[in-house]
């Protein structure tokens, strides 16, 4: 897999809203604000994030462009939902630009040196986590591309009894602390020229809404094309939407370009929001359109309010290869009613 989850936070309408997603990453906290993101594009989130991965890891990298300007806490966690302990937590010092590693017990483990993230600005950090107890463990935490700030090895990170983290948890992060571009990595060997199983740097993630059809069976509310009741920057529930009751009947549509300063692709993600309004079971997949290629993701069944469903596609489905800016720009995307 090597690359598990990301999000760029630029969809979402509200708190209410980032709670609707589903799949391998779902949040549980709806006390967020969203304003203009990292280098004035898209969006990104202030205030507490709780995020749920459906698989637990003994072994990760966590990496997002942090905004923060106080004391603050990201703690990694062996079991979101069902109220875990923290494994151990990342605490930076604004007082004195220290990084902190505390066990899930609350006692300091190891700190970095002074002045090694400045407040209120933007830096990314990278942390890579192996959870293993009787000091098989080990914690690295990397500034922006590739600035080690901190190595600690041969402790304990386990804390619970399940040798894993199934979340992070950004509760200690002050109100005005700042969050986007976001991923998360195993160690599994990805294919492509990003394998993602390791310290991949800083990078951004860019959100592209539909702007035309390119085969569409569902009928529209409204509008000219079924593009336009789906391309909204933040979804707006049934004020504009398509919609379909015939199994097999499916919708491609054509996305916006990458901005031309992007030279490299690191893996692609479709995400859509879909709600069913019968009695019946609805089941959807999500497409991708490469070349002459077409490929789907897993079959969803669909709740009666809106939810987020997410497909990861690491290569390029036409070429088996890492993506190229030009197959990005040429792709097509959507949805297939299944049942």
């Given amino acids: 897999m090597g690359l598990v989850v990301f999000d760029g936070y630029d969809h979402y309408l509200n708190g209410n809203d980032f709670t609707n997603r589903s799949g391998v990453l779902q949040y549980s906290n709806t006390g967020v604000t969203f304003q203009t993101g990292?280098?004035?594009?898209?969006?990104?989130?202030?205030?507490?994030?709780?995020?749920?991965?459906?698989?637990?890891f003994s072994e990760f990298y966590w990496g997002s462009a942090l905004n923060i300007g106080d004391t603050d806490t990201i703690s990694f966690v062996d079991n979101q939902v069902g109220g875990g302990g923290n494994q151990f937590s990342v605490v930076f010092d604004g007082s004195n630009g220290q990084i902190g590693v505390f066990n899930g017990a609350g006692t300091l483990i190891g700190s970095s040196a002074t002045n090694v993230f400045s407040v209120n600005t933007w830096s990314h950090w990278q942390i890579h986590g192996l959870i293993a107890p009787s000091s098989g463990g080990s914690v690295t935490i990397v500034r922006d591309t590739s600035d080690t700030v901190l190595t600690l090895s041969g402790i304990t990170t386990q804390h619970t009894t399940n040798a894993t983290i199934n979340g992070w948890n950004s509760g200690g992060l002050g109100a005005n602390a700042i969050v986007d571009d976001?991923?998360?990595?195993?160690?599994?060997?990805?294919?492509?020229?990003y394998p993602c199983n390791g310290f991949i740097g800083d990078l951004r993630v860019d959100t592209l809404f539909p702007v035309g059809d390119d085969a569409v069976q569902w009928t529209r509310l409204s509008g000219a094309t079924n593009a336009s009741m789906v391309?909204?920057?933040?979804?707006d529930s049934d004020t504009t939407y398509n919609f379909s009751a015939t199994p097999g009947q499916e919708d491609r549509l054509n996305f916006q370009s990458l901005v031309n300063t992007i030279n490299a692709v690191v893996g692609l993600q479709v995400t859509g929001a879909y709600r069913k309004d019968d009695a019946n079971v609805r089941t959807l997949k999500q497409l991708l359109k490469s070349g002459a290629t077409e490929v789907y993701g897993?079959?969803?069944?669909?709740?009666?309010?809106?939810?987020y469903f997410t497909?990861?596609?690491?290569?390029?489905?036409n070429t088996g290869l890492s993506w190229t800016v030009a197959a990005i720009n040429a792709l097509k995307a959507g949805y297939n009613l299944v049942s």
Wanted: charged share 15%.
């Fill in 231 to 235: 391309n909204e920057t933040a979804m």
């Fill in 298 to 307: 897993a079959t969803n069944t669909l709740p009666s309010t809106y939810a």
């Fill in 182 to 193: 976001t991923y998360f990595l195993d160690t599994t060997v990805g294919g492509g020229l």
């Fill in 311 to 317: 497909d990861i596609f690491p290569l390029d489905p």
């Fill in 38 to 56: 990292r280098f004035g594009y898209g969006k990104a989130v202030s205030g507490a994030i709780r995020a749920s991965l459906s698989s637990g």
